[in-house]
């Protein structure tokens, strides 16, 4: 079931509701470029397991509307309050891959984890994606500049390139076709802006906030959020589990999928 909620200055944020009558709920918040389709393969899975599925798409991505600002993190937290209070959410799973699980983290920090009672994230890009003068972890700023620079002059080739080191596992030419039109259903200039955000915001006292049971899932081949910083959150975060994922990349969703959907299974029903 697919609808829109209407959020701050009257954007339209577009949500996957799959079986709403389960009463324990699941809210992934896909990472960049991407949309709730991410979630495929656990969207195929989880729900007959008895969990409520609910995707929503990033403000300028998939089916939501692309207004031409609002990609900070606390806009972008905010989205995620209005959506929680519109369904009218409470002890609920928070799950946030990549960029979604920064938004997860500002979410945590800035509204106390309403109605979140565990957290799940999934090669997040936090504390910082990029290399700062007292943090030697993460990417090369160069490197972010360059997808920006990317986005601006031939998108589908920053994409291409950026889709090429996502996954560790083999994958077919349909699948990575069809993760590449994901990123295409995104506008430009919200792809651009999230990258900048990247660089201009950092999530240290965020992480340091949570107190939910928390569990960090983060690919060792992780070439796009180097597994560096799935270890940084566990020794910032009380209370949280890492569990590496030893034949994954960024994408451990589909790299080891049924491993992926039986450890968060497991979390959310305290059997890890």
């Given at each position: 079931?697919?609808?829109?909620?209407?959020?701050?200055?009257?954007?339209?944020?577009?949500?996957?509701?799959?079986?709403?009558?389960?009463?324990?709920?699941?809210?992934?918040?896909?990472?960049?470029?991407?949309?709730?389709?991410?979630?495929?393969?656990?969207?195929?899975?989880?729900?007959?397991?008895?969990?409520?599925?609910?995707?929503?798409?990033?403000?300028?991505?998939?089916?939501?509307?692309?207004?031409?600002?609002?990609?900070?993190?606390?806009?972008?937290?905010?989205?995620?309050?209005?959506?929680?209070?519109?369904?009218?959410?409470?002890?609920?799973?928070?799950?946030?891959?990549?960029?979604?699980?920064?938004?997860?983290?500002?979410?945590?920090?800035?509204?106390?984890?309403?109605?979140?009672?565990?957290?799940?994230?999934?090669?997040?890009?936090?504390?910082?994606?990029?290399?700062?003068?007292?943090?030697?972890?993460?990417?090369?700023?160069?490197?972010?500049?360059?997808?920006?620079?990317?986005?601006?002059?031939?998108?589908?080739?920053?994409?291409?390139?950026?889709?090429?080191?996502?996954?560790?596992?083999?994958?077919?030419?349909?699948?990575?076709?069809?993760?590449?039109?994901?990123?295409?259903?995104?506008?430009?200039?919200?792809?651009?802006?999230?990258?900048?955000?990247?660089?201009?915001?950092?999530?240290?006292?965020?992480?340091?906030?949570?107190?939910?049971?928390?569990?960090?899932?983060?690919?060792?081949?992780?070439?796009?959020?180097?597994?560096?910083?799935?270890?940084?959150?566990?020794?910032?975060?009380?209370?949280?589990i890492l569990i590496p994922f030893e034949f994954s990349g960024h994408g451990s969703f589909?790299?080891?999928?049924?491993?992926?959907?039986?450890?968060?299974?497991?979390?959310?029903?305290?059997?890890?």
């Amino acid at each position: 079931m697919g609808y829109y909620i209407k959020v701050k200055d009257k954007v339209k944020i577009y949500v996957e509701d799959l079986r709403p009558e389960c009463k324990k709920t699941i809210v992934f918040l896909h990472g960049w470029p991407a949309n709730h389709n991410l979630f495929e393969y656990q969207f195929n899975k989880l729900p007959k397991l008895g969990y409520r599925c609910i995707g929503i798409d990033t403000r300028g991505f998939g089916k939501s509307d692309k207004p031409f600002n609002g990609y900070d993190y606390n806009t972008l937290a905010e989205d995620l309050k209005d959506v929680v209070e519109a369904l009218g959410l409470s002890d609920f799973t928070l799950a946030g891959h990549s960029t979604g699980g920064a938004i997860a983290a500002r979410y945590m920090y800035r509204y106390k984890g309403y109605g979140v009672s565990k957290l799940v994230l999934i090669a997040a890009a936090a504390p910082s994606l990029i290399k700062r003068p007292n943090f030697p972890y993460g990417l090369d700023i160069e490197t972010v500049l360059q997808i920006i620079e990317g986005t601006y002059n031939d998108r589908p080739q920053m994409l291409q390139d950026f889709g090429n080191k996502f996954f560790f596992q083999h994958s077919s030419e349909a699948f990575s076709k069809w993760f590449f039109r994901l990123g295409l259903q995104a506008a430009g200039w919200a792809t651009a802006a999230i990258a900048k955000t990247w660089i201009n915001e950092v999530l240290f006292a965020d992480l340091e906030s949570i107190s939910v049971p928390t569990l960090i899932i983060h690919g060792i081949h992780d070439k796009i959020v180097p597994f560096e910083l799935g270890k940084i959150q566990h020794s910032m975060i009380r209370n949280s589990i890492l569990i590496p994922f030893e034949f994954s990349g960024h994408g451990s969703f589909y790299d080891q999928k049924d491993e992926f959907n039986n450890v968060i299974d497991k979390f959310i029903g305290n059997r890890l």
